[in-house]
């Protein structure tokens, strides 16, 4: 970790020096060699949802149980009806986008929330799957991102097989942004 | 990456003595984050239960709702907030809902993000927040919605806020209110 005090010398400094930069005209490089973007070629293509749209997910959870509720650039968010108030916010489906991120972290958080994990490949990427008897998750990684499919919910008799609804999903949206 | 500190300050040496002679005032933060982060070792990850170093309390705070849960942790974290729940409220009263994700991609890039967010048709603000080059990104899709993006630590992060179902309201000061509460934590 970086020592505090040092932060702020060095925040002053370059403030001046930006000043100073801006007021002779723009630099024609950046002056550090370090490339600001890492190019997104080696990660997904870009889609909401990662690409997957309601009636996917109303074909794959077998009725109209769930509302899309989020759609941002991290991902969407699915809602199940069964929503009362506040109780059971939070049950449905979700998809993210991780864009620059280490599956490995994701794998441990689901190692430690007590899910079985199992390797699965799709559309030639690597990734795996997380399950437990109220909640399946499904990540997939390619070059440095990840795209996950997750469902929660408090009703899994009501539904399909939760690996079968988030593996479907996970297909469809491999197939549209990979 | 501690080196990179020492070079950017040898860099910003050279650069004074270099162009002092043609000074004048000009406002020069948004060049600053181009030079570097202030926080080139720190990680924004999910640990301890905290998403962007902000425990939920903080987070329901910041939008001032009475209820929260968190569905989804990770280098993502899901919220789902309400305002005016409760019994004082009449049952017929349904709570407005407040969707909120936090996003920490280690390796990411603010120039990806910002791309990807003007692609998909937001309107994009640009920022200087707590000393990090950001901007806001307003983009209404399932209710009136703001995402507030940072260059910190080893990549970007970013606070993203949603009226559900609303069309009205500025989604991009609760936004900013966030990634300020996550990049302050770090002073």
Not at chain 2, 27 to 45: C, H, L
Not at chain 2, 132 to 137: E, M
């Amino acid at each position: 970790m970086a020592v505090p005090r040092s932060r702020s010398t060095y925040g002053a400094v370059l403030a001046a020096v930006g000043a100073l930069l801006v007021g002779c005209g723009p630099p024609d490089r950046p002056a550090t060699p370090t490339a600001p973007a890492p190019p997104p070629g080696g990660g997904f293509h870009t889609a909401d949802c990662n690409g997957v749209t309601d009636a996917d997910v109303n074909k794959a959870a077998g009725s109209s149980l769930f509302t899309k509720v989020v759609v941002s650039d991290a991902g969407c968010f699915w809602q199940e009806n069964t929503v009362l108030g506040t109780f059971g916010v939070g049950m449905g489906i979700s998809t993210w986008w991780y864009r620059g991120s280490d599956m490995d972290t994701e794998r441990s958080l689901e190692q430690q929330a007590g899910r079985t994990l199992t390797e699965l490949s799709l559309d030639g990427n690597k990734g795996f799957k997380a399950y437990d008897a109220n909640a399946c998750s499904i990540y997939v990684a390619k070059g440095g991102d990840v795209i996950t499919w997750s469902i929660q919910t408090m009703n899994p008799a009501m539904l399909p097989d939760l690996c079968t609804i988030t593996g479907q999903l996970a297909e469809l949206s491999q197939q549209r942004v990979n | 990456m501690r080196w990179r500190v020492k070079q950017v300050a040898v860099v910003a040496v050279t650069a004074v003595v270099t162009v002092a002679g043609c000074s004048q005032t000009v406002s020069g933060t948004a060049r600053r984050a181009q030079f570097a982060v202030p926080d080139p070792n720190r990680s924004y990850g999910y640990v301890n239960d905290r998403c962007g170093l902000l425990v939920d309390s903080a987070v329901q705070q910041a939008i001032g709702a009475d209820h929260i849960a968190r569905p989804y942790s990770g280098a993502v974290c899901q919220y789902v907030l309400a305002r005016g729940s409760g019994p004082d409220v009449g049952a017929a009263a349904p709570p407005a809902m407040i969707d909120v994700t936090f996003s920490w991609y280690e390796t990411g890039s603010l120039d990806r993000e910002r791309a990807l967010a003007v692609e998909r048709g937001a309107t994009v603000t640009e920022k200087v927040i707590e000393r990090h080059q950001a901007f806001l990104a307003r983009r209404d899709t399932t209710g009136a919605a703001c995402s507030a993006t940072a260059a910190a630590g080893t990549g970007v992060l970013s606070w993203w806020v949603q009226y559900r179902g609303q069309h009205n309201g500025d989604p991009c000061k609760d936004a900013e209110k966030l990634l300020t509460a996550t990049l302050k934590s770090d002073m």
